[in-house]
């Protein structure tokens, strides 16, 4: 049996009111991949933020030995000093720097101060060929996509010769074939003696790379389930989570009513904001039928979110032309106001940033696009609010302590059905949903579909953007795909499947080469 | 139930600034030997800054939609005044003709700004900075550098008490206290008409040991505060706008559609902009507004001064904005209060007014306020660490 690198002791974390981490034992062995997968809200960050000094020694309670010393780590400095990088869900990189700047960001090669950039460069380059990035070191990260982005996170550990890497969530914001890339990278590095543990929510993923598989559930370590030892399947690890069998992933679709074409767009043009010779979307035409939820499958950057996005009141893209018809009437939709007004509706792909504000409360959240159907006169009548506020967390089934509780403080699931609630407040017809479950656990993931379903069933017309292929299969009736900006297939929930998808994809993009 | 120790934790940001407000106007009672305080000097310290009030209510506005400042408010007061020069004394239009062409022009020059900033998209900070440039020269034409003096209505505005009717001759002014009983009878009535809706409704409104202290709490401060004038000379024109715009404002912020959007704007512009808020709307509003404010206190401040100055202006919109950032406002928008503009600008006033008393020279002034501005929003980032932490 390998050496133990890491040996978190007695782990105990309390935040006022919360027992976060409650005596957690946690060894990781020299050489492996160690997974952690529990719900959201379940310890999982936070233990990594006690491991990686983001919560100083002192905050927490038990010990730490890393490489058999005991560590005192009183931020991220110390414990990367240690051998310990940590590359967060949410990247930080600078946009408006280089890879190779952000590479060696805060770890610059320098002398006196003076920073030496033939070193900077030549490591660069050496390191970016090591996590297979082929980009030029001089490319500005705002210029990558996201999946490149990770690899230049990865790049920045491998630069502080970290000898343990955690990775929080590396694969939510990739498409698949990203994240396949990145899953083979890690068991590349793997390979040469590099120790990892990862967090994440996709299962599959989990049970592909990681060698133990350790489960924790508010807050406790409930087992770790070790590679051709223990069941290492899907299943198995989803019961170990929520504590019970779930059957099934996707909640039981009732026959619903599908009715006549409710939402239909002809010869969709969009340009890129930035760029007036670029088209981002071309001639795209497809429709909705009234009680359908219709997917729109792609990899990322294909132009589904710019899609929908223009579609919204023309929040994205310039030179917008073709036709927009709602129960078979012309609409045109200059301003979001107009979209909202038109009953439409559009639930972001990213609730922190586009979807919710942070530091308001859920009733405030949950009434924003339709302030006056709470209001006479432009004057807010609060006690509605509240009543209406009250009425959806209670029907979407939020946990908070209350309607005046802060979305800032909720867990990603419980925001993800604030920003649901809003835009069902705002009674639409036609409800876009751009990733409606990245990032968030099994759990939440299913009384989410469930809310979709509910949706659909009321008739309205339900367009679902999602880069996880079993989830556009398992809830949509009918599927389309696009790609670089057009749609190149269209299949019924009966004939689709992965392959098909995935081959629609690639077919078209051969077509073009 | 929430104890009143509990009430005051969470809202440690909301009570601190006015428990910074009680604190420096007990240690300059004290270090003036009693005079700030004096009725006369509490009349005289609201005279001296009304104007800033009205400006950092604006500029709160401002500040709530994103951190965003207006420089050019000074030069919008000096502006304003040489045009109410202009109009009345240059042209000899009738005073209230004056006023009202006075505060469109106000009115006009937020709206170039909101122009600017909301249409063509140019950063405030650059848009407001080239307003007070532009503003400051307009007034300066107007009065070709020279001083002008204005007619007495001004002057009225700006300091005279309302007439006594009731308790004429009487050392007190009778109508200044009566005022004061019935604007704190209708505090006590709607405040308690809003708690039987909100309870009827059925949502929590705290404890009522609680809610029964802050109600009389406010209803003896107003009355203190009456008869504390009435001990002077009695309730001004001034207070009397002061005390309507502080009210229209609170109510707009808190209780309107338009109130929500600018906070929505502030807390999280991308996400207010797809839940179909106009972010050019606002931020037009929001300036145009501002010009509007600067002109009503270019007025009070001409009747102040009883005439309009080339130099009129300087600086305030530099008291506003610390006015603003000392009563709690965030740097980065969403977050800050009416009313907690208005006790920055008191804290900011007591300052002024009590080292003045002190002698203390105006250099030291500016050193002290300067750390002051910077203390209080240390301590303001301090206990939102803190809450965020709890």
């Known amino acids: 049996m390998s050496e133990i690198i890491l040996d978190m002791r007695n782990i105990t974390k309390v935040f006022p009111g919360v027992k976060a981490l409650d005596n957690v034992n946690l060894k990781v062995r020299k050489g492996e991949i160690h997974a952690l997968v529990g719900e959201n809200g379940d310890g999982k960050s936070t233990l990594m933020n006690v491991l990686s000094g983001i919560y100083p020694y002192g905050t927490y309670l038990g010990d730490i030995f890393f490489e058999g010393k005991k560590c005192e780590f009183k931020s991220v400095r110390d414990s990367e000093k240690a051998g310990i990088g940590i590359i967060h869900q949410e990247l930080a990189l600078n946009p408006y720097m280089s890879i190779a700047e952000n590479i060696f960001l805060c770890n610059e090669r320098s002398k006196y101060g003076i920073i030496n950039w033939d070193r900077t460069y030549q490591e660069a380059r050496k390191l970016m060929a090591k ?7 001089n490319t500005l990260v705002m210029d990558i996509g996201v999946g490149k982005q990770q690899l230049v996170e990865i790049a920045k550990a491998l630069s502080k010769d970290v000898r343990l890497l955690i990775l929080d969530e590396p694969t939510a914001a990739l498409n698949d074939r ?144 073709g036709t927009i018809l709602k129960d078979g009437k012309k609409l045109v939709l200059k301003t979001v106001h107009e979209a909202i007004k038109a009953g439409i509706a559009y639930a972001t792909e990213d609730r922190k940033t586009a979807g919710l504000i942070l530091i308001d409360d859920i009733r405030r959240n949950i009434t924003l696009p339709r302030l006056d159907k709470v209001s006479r006169n432009s004057v807010i009548d609060e006690g509605l609010e509240v009543k209406i506020a009250e009425e959806q967390r209670r029907k979407l089934n939020i946990r908070s302590s209350g309607v005046y509780q802060k979305t800032g403080n909720l867990s990603g699931g419980n925001q993800q059905k604030v920003v649901l609630s809003k835009w069902i407040f705002s009674e639409p017809d036609v409800l876009f949903l751009d990733e409606p479950t990245r990032g968030i656990d099994v759990g939440a993931k299913y009384e989410i579909y469930t809310i979709i379903n509910q949706l659909a069933s009321q008739g309205k017309c339900i367009v679902m953007i999602s880069s996880e ?24 929930r009966e004939e689709a499947s992965p392959e098909k998808i995935m081959k629609c994809i690639l077919n078209s993009t051969a077509n073009k080469g | 139930m929430e104890s009143i120790r509990d009430v005051f934790r969470h809202n440690i940001r909301q009570y601190g600034m006015l428990i910074a407000l009680i604190a420096i106007m007990l240690i300059f009672q004290i270090l003036t030997g009693g005079i700030l305080l004096r009725p006369i000097n509490v009349s005289r310290l609201i005279f001296q800054n009304s104007y800033i009030l ?34 009345s004394v240059k042209l000899g239009l009738p005073v209230p003709l004056s006023i009202l062409l006075s505060l469109i022009i106000g009115f006009l020059a937020g709206v170039w700004q909101g122009f600017w900033i909301a249409y063509v998209k140019i950063p405030p900070f650059i848009v407001t900075l080239a307003g007070m440039l532009i503003f400051n020269g307009i007034n300066n034409i107007i009065l070709s550098g020279k001083t002008v003096l204005l007619p007495q209505l001004y ?54 040991s609680f809610f029964a202290a802050k109600i009389i709490a406010i209803a003896l401060v107003i009355n203190l505060f009456t008869y504390w004038l009435a001990r002077a000379n009695g309730l001004t024109y001034a207070v009397i706008l002061l005390v309507v715009l502080i009210a229209v404002y609170t109510f707009i912020t808190n209780k309107t559609v338009a109130g929500r959007h600018i906070y929505a704007l502030g807390g999280n512009a991308k996400a207010a902009e797809l839940s179909g808020i106009s972010v050019k709307r606002v931020m037009f509003w929001v300036y145009a507004n501002m010009g509007f404010l600067a002109a009503i206190a270019g007025i009070v401040f001409a009747g102040r001064l009883n005439s309009a100055s080339p130099t009129a202006g300087d600086g305030f919109e530099l008291d506003a904005i610390a006015a603003c950032f000392i009563g709690g406002a965030s740097a980065t928008g969403g ?6 503009a208005i006790i920055g600008g008191f804290i900011m006033g007591i300052m002024n007014n009590g080292m003045s008393i002190m002698g203390v020279s105006t250099f030291w002034q500016n050193i002290i306020k300067g750390l002051v501005t910077i203390f209080a929003v240390a301590f303001d980032v301090y206990s939102k660490s803190k809450a965020k932490a709890a």
Not at chain 1, 472 to 491: F, K, Q
Not at chain 2, 157 to 167: E, M
Not at chain 2, 200 to 206: A, P
Request: charged share 25%; glycine share 10%.
């Open chain 2, 54 to 87: 009205i400006l950092a209510i604006g500029m709160m506005l401002c500040i709530l939609t994103g951190g965003n400042i207006d420089l050019s408010v000074g030069s919008i007061v000096a502006m304003v005044s040489a045009s109410s020069a202009l109009f």
């Open chain 1, 131 to 137: 996590v297979g990035l082929k980009e030029k070191y």
């Open chain 2, 335 to 340: 977050v800050g209060t009416i009313i907690g």
């Open chain 1, 469 to 492: 292929l079993p989830e556009i299969l398992g809830i949509c009736d009918r599927i389309y795909v696009m790609n670089e900006g057009s749609i190149v297939g269209e299949m019924s």
């Open chain 1, 178 to 321: 990203d994240s396949d890339n990145l899953l083979n990278l890690l068991l590349e590095l793997n390979q040469q003696g590099l120790t990892c543990i990862i967090i994440s929510h996709k299962i599959h993923e989990v049970t592909r790379i990681a060698d133990r598989i350790t489960i924790i559930r508010d807050g406790s370590i409930i087992e770790t389930l070790v590679k051709g030892v223990d069941e290492f399947s899907e299943n198995r690890i989803i019961k170990g989570m929520v504590g019970r069998e779930l059957v099934n992933r996707f909640p039981p679709k009732e026959k619903a009513h599908i009715g006549e074409v409710g939402f239909e767009v002809k010869d969709w043009v969009v340009y890129d904001p930035l760029d007036d010779e670029r088209m981002r979307i071309k001639h795209v035409s497809f429709n909705v039928r009234k009680g359908e939820i219709v997917g729109i499958a792609g990899l990322m950057g294909a132009g589904r979110t710019e899609l929908v996005m223009s579609l919204f009141g023309r929040a994205y893209g310039k030179k917008i032309s």
């Open chain 2, 155 to 208: 002057v009225t505005i700006a300091s005279d008490s309302i007439p006594d009717f009731i308790g004429s001759g009487s050392k007190l002014h009778i109508t200044t206290i009566v005022i004061g009983i019935i604007c704190s009878v209708l505090y006590i009535i709607m405040e308690l008409l809003s708690r039987a809706k909100k309870k009827k409704s059925g949502y929590d409104t705290g404890s009522d």
